[in-house]
Structure formats: C-alpha cells, structure tokens
C-alpha cells in the first residue's frame, strides 16, 4: 500500500524558513515525481512544484521559485520541501503526492505551516 | 483566477445528476488527460477520475468523467448527502511546464 506521512505543524516568525519531509512508502521511491501543493485556509489548491527522486531534477511554479527548494534523499525515501522568507501568506496546508499514471493519486496527510509574529 | 476555470458552485438533490465543467485550453486540457479531486473539509483532496475518463479502484461509477477539446466534465449520479465536498480538475499544461488545479467547485446536496 503507498503511504506518504509528513512531518508535524510548524509554527514560524515572519521571514523564518521551514522544511518540511514526506516518508514514501509501498513503491520504489525513484519510480515517480514527488509533488507539493499549497492549501491556504479556505482557498483552492496551488501547485507548488515537483522532485525527481531518481536525478534531483525540480520544476518550480513562478510563485515560489525564488523561495523554494524540493528535493529527495533516495538513502531514506523521503522528500523535502524547504520554503524560505515566510511570510503570512504562506500559512496553509502543504501536501505531498507522487504522480502515478498521470495524476495525484496518494496524498500525505498534510503539514500545518502557521507565520505568525 | 485559475488557468483552468470551474464553476464555483453546484446544487442538486439527492438521487439527482449534476455535471461540474472544467474550462482550459490547447496548452492543458486540449493536449494533456484531465483529473479529478474530492476534498472533504479537513482532509487531503482524494483522486477520483485519472487520464479523463478512469476511475481508480474503491471509487463508485456513480462518478464519471469526460473530456472534449479543451473542456473536460465530471459527472455525479445518484447524488447522497456525503457527495457534499469541493471538486477540482487538474492536470499538466505544457506551455506554463506546470501542473494546473481548477479553482475549485463547492458540490451542495439540497
């Protein structure tokens, strides 16, 4: 069975950075791209980007490009995303899933990202 | 506002039919499959329909997906009371080289 667990709320200051993990398991962790989407409070879903476990390869939207940085450690089947210069905004969901026949078929349970002062 | 555009609400009743469109473009629906989500409040969105038209295993052919040009449709009969949830299409658009979500659409069961 795929699972993907990630780690726990994060509480951070304004321009603080946070990263956050996602354990893969029941597939061979290099097989598919690993996915991050935001979820503000009571808004829609925004892609964020992807990670190509097998060669470190990374698609970044333009809306966080320049503050984030996902990657993967094939030694423990975890990928991480690191979101840099938080700002209020950037209190949401974060969610990982890995692209299985074209689409998000298995989502972590989610990490709470609080920016507060 | 999204690159690809849903309604952002739907109503019917129960054992009712109701359809959600999900409008792209050449980029994203017109050259790429379509799938769709169901997100439960406080809880991780949920894939129901993959490369247009398929359902993953668990899921109920109650649910059913579509997809013509640049305009793709999920379709829900026999409406319960728990079909309440907000529904995203998504899908890749080559143009942007990112992954697309609609806005979303809030499915209420009268």
């Known amino acids: 069975e795929v699972q993907l667990v990630q780690s726990g709320a994060e509480v951070k200051r304004p321009g603080a950075t946070v990263k956050i993990s996602c354990k893969v398991s029941?597939?061979?962790?290099?097989?598919?791209?690993i996915h991050w989407v935001k979820q503000a409070p009571g808004k829609g879903l925004e892609w964020m980007g992807l990670?190509?476990?097998?060669?470190?390869?990374?698609i970044y939207t333009e809306n966080f490009k320049d503050r984030l940085t996902l990657t993967a450690d094939r030694s423990t089947d975890t990928a991480y995303m690191e979101l840099r210069g938080l700002r209020s905004e950037d209190t949401a969901f974060y969610y990982c899933?890995?692209?299985?026949?074209?689409?998000?078929?298995?989502w972590g349970q989610g990490t709470l990202v609080t920016v507060s002062s | 506002q999204s690159v690809l555009i849903q309604p952002p609400s739907a109503s019917g009743t129960p054992g009712q039919r109701v359809a959600i469109s999900c409008s792209g473009a050449?980029?994203?629906?017109?050259?790429?499959?379509v799938t769709w989500y169901r997100q439960l409040p406080g809880t991780a969105p949920k894939l129901l329909i993959y490369?247009?038209?398929k359902r993953p295993s668990g899921v109920p052919d109650r649910f059913s997906g579509s997809k013509s040009g640049t305009s793709a449709s999920l379709a829900i009969s026999g409406l319960h009371s728990d079909d309440e949830a907000v529904y995203y299409c998504?899908?890749?658009?080559?143009?942007?080289?990112?992954?697309?979500f609609g806005g979303g659409t809030k499915l209420s069961v009268l």
């Open positions: 990670v190509d476990p097998e060669h470190g390869k990374t």
């Open positions: 029941g597939y061979t962790f290099t097989t598919f791209y």
């Open positions: 490369a247009n038209n």
């Open positions: 899933a890995p692209l299985r026949s074209g689409a998000l078929a298995t």
């Open positions: 998504a899908g890749w658009d080559d143009s942007l080289n990112a992954w697309l």
């Open positions: 050449s980029s994203n629906i017109g050259s790429n499959t």
